[in-house]
């Protein structure tokens, strides 16, 4: 088999995989596509190619819920630091410099893993959020411009607003979408998005499609959370050999 026949193959299994952790766990799809492409391709690459699957597929989980206007009147500000920060943090996925930002995706992988498999639930007063909400835009945009992983720390301040389940996960959806967004006009600004990555990114909208359908199938056969951890714990070892690599491979 050709090398870019085995490419496109792997690409389309990782966005099914990435797709199939998603419809499970309701997240996760640029977290497991970077994760599992930045091995094999530049991690700006890698970004370009998640665009159109996670925008498709975070549209989608924003639209399911009915607390849209809601949401943006509460999120606003966080919404618009993190377009600012991608803006800002693009620099260095636009750069070119694949040992630099394998590295710094590596870190947020395993980040985000262990976090998340370790830190106790907290919640955020209400009378913190008109400026914790900024914060952690900025500091998202600022590690989404640099990885293309969306997660830190968007993901577990909103876990921390108490908010109820439909909520939470159209809350995601929104967060997730500006920031596939924003991070998309700031590699076209950068002049680094170019169109055959596009199209490759419009061929896989379909695996990952697919593989959320069955994620939500298999739902409600298996254990979310058992599940979930299993996959933050591959996600720590992905991340873990990512940031090590230059290490070991200089």
């Not at 870190?107 to 907290?122: D, G, M």
């Not at 993901?155 to 996960?169: M, T």
């Not at 697919?210 to 996959?231: D, E, H, K, N």
Request: charged share 10%; net charge positive; glycine share 10%.
């Amino acid at each position: 088999m050709e090398q870019s026949e085995t490419t496109f193959l792997i690409i389309t299994a990782a966005f099914f995989v990435a797709g199939l952790v998603k419809g499970v766990t309701g997240m996760g799809l640029p977290t497991v596509a970077m994760g599992i492409l930045g091995g094999l391709l530049s991690p700006l690459t890698a970004a370009a190619l998640l665009l159109i699957p996670s925008l498709v597929t975070n549209v989608w989980q924003l639209l399911a819920g009915r607390h849209l206007k809601a949401l943006l009147l509460r999120l606003w500000p966080m919404l618009a630091a993190i377009s600012l920060g991608t803006l800002a943090g693009s620099v260095l996925l636009a750069s070119g410099e694949t040992d630099r930002t394998t590295v710094a995706l590596g870190l947020t992988l395993a980040a985000y893993s262990a976090y998340t498999l370790l830190a106790r639930q907290h919640r955020v007063p209400p009378g913190w959020q008109a400026w914790a909400s900024p914060v952690v835009g900025l500091a998202t945009g600022l590690f989404t411009g640099a990885t293309g992983v969306f997660v830190i720390p968007a993901v577990p301040y909103l876990q921390a607003l108490g908010l109820e389940r439909d909520e939470l996960v159209q809350a995601l959806g929104l967060s997730f979408t500006v920031s596939t967004i924003a991070l998309g006009l700031a590699l076209f600004l950068h002049g680094t998005l170019p169109m055959a990555d596009l199209k490759a990114s419009m061929l896989a909208i379909a695996p990952a499609l697919a593989g959320m359908f069955a994620g939500q199938a298999l739902r409600t056969r298996i254990s979310p959370s058992a599940f979930r951890r299993g996959f933050l714990l591959c996600m720590l070892g992905l991340g873990l050999e990512m940031a090590l690599r230059p290490l070991f491979f200089p």
